[in-house]
């Protein structure tokens, strides 16, 4: 069952058409990854979305409701949140601070506490920072810290924008297995990666976008396994 639809996509930054009438869908339960080089479309794909740049045309499902045209801050009450490209927490409040900040559309606050010790339980890093300014937090420590304070709104889609942009292979290594691990939790997930490898890897399905438009489709291994996507994304 499809949790987020797509359809006929089309997003301008004035006279230029960044999204061509894309169409894609995340299944529930789904690991989907959008890969191509800087400049395709990923990033503006994922804000449009989410509504935070606006669309000229097309339409948008997420869990049966149209939010096409739904301010930002109420798809997040729906169950959608993102990690944005460049972690954006907030430098100057601590740890805990960022977390409770997380947790700001829920309607029941009687589990923050429990789900803060969840959230300390995967990010252990992140227990043992708990009072340090964000700011000061390496950028793993950063990246760990805004995929936890997404996790706080309870999403049913998580979306993560370039999550291992500018963190060592080893870091690399750990967030993509956190990404599994959220995942075998229940929560969908739509992934934007220039890492191409990491993320087929453990994605169910993948689309290539090429210049605001899908140019291929399929699953995770079958994308992997594709002699276009080895030559452009994977080196060889």
């Known amino acids: 069952?499809?949790?987020?639809?797509?359809?006929?996509?089309?997003?301008?930054?004035?006279?230029?058409?960044?999204?061509?009438?894309?169409?894609?869908?995340?299944?529930?339960?789904?690991?989907?990854?959008?890969?191509?080089?800087?400049?395709?479309?990923?990033?503006?794909?994922?804000?449009?979305?989410?509504?935070?740049?606006p669309k000229r045309s097309g339409s948008v499902i997420f869990d049966g409701h149209d939010i096409t045209k739904t301010p930002c801050h109420k798809i997040v009450h729906l169950g959608m949140t993102q990690v944005p490209e460049g972690r954006r927490i907030?430098?100057?409040?601590s740890v805990y601070d960022n977390l409770?900040?997380?947790?700001?559309?829920?309607?029941?606050?009687?589990?923050?506490?429990?789900?803060?010790?969840?959230?300390?339980?995967?990010?252990?890093?992140?227990?043992?920072?708990?009072?340090?300014i964000a700011g000061t937090l390496s950028g793993g420590e950063q990246q760990m810290l805004a995929m936890g304070r997404a996790i706080m709104s309870h999403p049913k889609l998580l979306m993560l924008d370039e999550p291992s942009m500018g963190l060592s292979p080893l870091?690399?290594?750990?967030?993509?297995?956190?990404?599994?691990?959220?995942?075998?939790d229940g929560t969908t997930i739509l992934l934007v990666e220039q890492n191409a490898g990491k993320s087929l890897a453990i994605s169910d399905r993948a689309y290539v976008l090429e210049n605001g438009s899908i140019v291929l489709s399929g699953t995770g291994n079958e994308l992997a396994s594709s002699e276009m996507v080895r030559k452009a994304y994977l080196g060889g």
Do not use: C, W
């Open 1 to 53: 069952m499809a949790m987020l639809e797509v359809h006929d996509l089309e997003v301008y930054y004035g006279v230029i058409r960044a999204l061509k009438g894309i169409s894609f869908e995340v299944n529930k339960g789904e690991i989907v990854t959008l890969i191509g080089a800087n400049g395709a479309g990923k990033t503006t794909t994922m804000q449009s979305v989410v509504g935070l740049i």
């Open 90 to 93: 907030f430098q100057e409040l």
């Open 171 to 184: 870091l690399v290594d750990q967030v993509f297995e956190i990404i599994k691990d959220i995942n075998k």
């Open 100 to 132: 409770l900040m997380g947790a700001y559309s829920m309607k029941n606050q009687s589990s923050f506490k429990s789900d803060l010790e969840a959230i300390y339980t995967r990010f252990p890093r992140l227990a043992e920072r708990k009072n340090q």
